[in-house]
């Protein structure tokens, strides 16, 4: 129910140079140009669009795995508040990493939704030390009127 039916849920893009430029002084947005994306849609969020950096060596527990130490960076998603961010270049990537991924949409909608709870959640409490740190990483603190967090 919380999957988009008209349309793709998941698909991978790179971000334009007007998003870099931007967010060029938000300290967490990954600042790799070629680095791709995977966009998400999740309606249950005000239809809001999310990217989610592929990353490698990723060393915490907010990722979705996929080959060796690959995968996405839930710290880094991104909610993309226009279209425009997103390049229509092809983008390719691991052919085993694409198929992990495809495999495993429903599994990242969810595991994004769990996400901002926890981040929504650690707002409440940001003095304790796990939650200070948490938000402090992750770049949902550059979205909070998207993502309706009263200040």
């Known amino acids: 129910a919380f999957l988009k039916k008209r349309g793709k849920v998941m698909e991978f893009k790179f971000l334009t140079e007007n998003?870099?430029?931007?967010?060029?002084n938000y300290k967490e947005v990954e600042k790799k140009k070629n680095r791709p994306y995977t966009?998400?849609?999740i309606i249950e969020y005000n239809n809001?669009?999310?990217?989610?950096p592929l990353r490698h060596n990723i060393n915490h527990?907010?990722?979705?795995?996929?080959?060796?130490n690959k995968g996405l960076d839930l710290s880094k998603?991104?909610?993309?508040?226009?279209r425009k961010y997103i390049d229509n270049k092809k983008v390719f990537i691991n052919d085993e990493e694409y198929k992990l991924l495809k495999n495993k949409e429903r599994k990242i909608v969810s595991e994004l939704q769990k996400y901002i709870k926890l981040y929504k959640?650690?707002?409440?409490?940001?003095e304790i030390k796990r939650n200070k740190s948490l938000i402090e990483k992750s770049c949902l603190q550059y979205f909070h009127k998207e993502l309706g967090?009263?200040?």
């Open 19 to 24: 998003f870099y430029e931007k967010y060029e």
């Open 39 to 41: 966009v998400v849609y």
């Open 77 to 82: 998603v991104l909610v993309i508040t226009d």
């Open 48 to 52: 809001l669009l999310f990217a989610i």
């Open 149 to 151: 967090i009263e200040k």
């Open 61 to 68: 527990r907010y990722k979705i795995s996929t080959v060796d």
């Open 121 to 126: 959640k650690a707002l409440k409490k940001p």
